[in-house]
């Protein structure tokens, strides 16, 4: 069975700091791009970052980047997203996306609430 299950999220004040982790299981993890996606209420999903599936390459949007750093470990199959200087317009559902070719996995989702 397929699983990603997000952790890490929570409250934090305006000017913080969060890491976010996701640990995959049930498919073989190395081989897959990951992904940050995030959704504030109200609001669609919002790219946040990708990384390749060796970690070599990584990708951000103009409104996370120089803040946000997605990494990866293919030995405990977990991918983590490190969030500074967090902003209000930051708070969302962050959920962690698996993709290769055809298969796209998706977990449950964390929730950052950025407010003072």
């Known amino acids: 069975e397929v699983q990603l299950v997000e952790s890490g999220g929570g409250m934090v004040q305006p000017g913080g700091s969060l890491r976010l982790s996701c640990a995959a299981s049930?498919?073989?993890?190395?081989?897959?791009?990951m992904a940050w996606v995030r959704q504030a209420p109200g609001q669609g999903p919002e790219w946040v970052s990708t990384?390749?599936?060796?970690?070599?390459?990584?990708y951000y949007p103009d409104s996370v980047q120089g803040r946000a750093t997605i990494s990866r470990d293919n030995v405990r199959n977990t991918v983590y997203l490190q969030m500074n200087s967090l902003k209000p317009e930051d708070t969302a559902v962050y959920y962690c996306n698996a993709a290769r070719l055809s298969a796209s996995y998706w977990g449950q989702g964390t929730q950052v609430t950025v407010s003072s």
């Open positions: 990384i390749n599936n060796d970690g070599d390459s990584t």
């Open positions: 049930g498919f073989n993890f190395s081989t897959y791009d």
